[in-house]
């Protein structure tokens, strides 16, 4: 093979090991998302709901309360957000602190009830399959003292109609790693649903506190046809025939 002939062979190898390198992303089509902080102090209700806001491809919700009297304090936060059509991120919190006995109950959650996301390859010729992976942390603090008591709980999951691509639930108190994937078709339009939640109960006098989180991010690869992997396949051949051939000389 003549020398001007193996560069334009070695240009199109390396056209095709960066189209399959070509990323694909989510594109945001819907989303509907609640926050909460509600409860009881010493028989009497409360009730915080979040506020929504968006612009470009961000979206959230969030609530952040506050009520002191001369016998207590209490406070809760629910707040969820998805970010540049790839990144969650929910955090909830309460908190109740009293020198006297009294009764609390606080519970603050957040849900992103619908993300309708549709998978979009990045580049037109790199062939409709996608891989998607999610890798995130779910974490609590406790400050759970006394005679309070509490729950965590935290729900990520992926679907496409009826079929369910992921889905992960953790109760625990401890930081815990997120890691799921599945494969789709560029075009395909996927509902991700996460919601979390904190509740605790405490008896005054008492200063006691419970937060949970969870982030992460969502990465979308596209994946080559087979054509191209056929066709890097025997390009490489081809190199290194040549390259046998010089050697030989």
């Known amino acids: 093979m003549k020398t001007n002939l193996l560069k334009p062979l070695v240009a199109s190898l390396l056209l095709v090991g960066c189209v399959s390198a070509q990323a694909a992303h989510f594109e945001v089509l819907g989303y509907n998302a609640t926050s909460r902080y509600s409860g009881t102090v010493d028989f009497t209700d409360f009730n915080f709901n979040g506020d929504y806001t968006s612009g470009g491809n961000d979206f959230g919700t969030a609530v952040s309360a506050i009520e002191t009297t001369t016998d207590y304090e209490h406070s809760g936060n629910a707040s969820g957000s998805f970010l540049g059509g790839s990144f969650l ?116 006098p008492i200063d006691a506190s419970l937060t949970g989180m969870l982030y992460g991010n969502f990465t979308v690869t596209a994946v080559p046809e087979p054509e191209q992997y056929a066709m890097l396949l025997a390009g490489l051949g081809l190199i290194a025939g040549v390259a046998r051939r010089r050697s030989s000389r």
């Open 89 to 204: 991120d929910l955090t909830t919190s309460v908190s109740f602190s009293s020198a006297n006995p009294i009764e609390y109950y606080g519970i603050a959650t957040a849900v992103e009830k619908t993300v309708q996301l549709q998978v979009v390859a990045d580049a037109g010729d790199i062939g409709p399959q996608v891989n998607v992976s999610f890798a995130g942390l779910s974490s609590t603090f406790s400050g759970l003292v006394g005679s309070s008591e509490g729950t965590f709980q935290t729900s990520v999951r992926v679907s496409q109609g009826s079929n369910v691509l992921a889905n992960f639930t953790t109760k625990q108190f401890a930081d815990q790693n997120v890691n799921f994937a599945f494969a789709a078709q560029a075009g395909d339009i996927i509902v991700l649903s996460a919601s979390q939640g904190v509740h605790m109960n405490a008896s005054g």
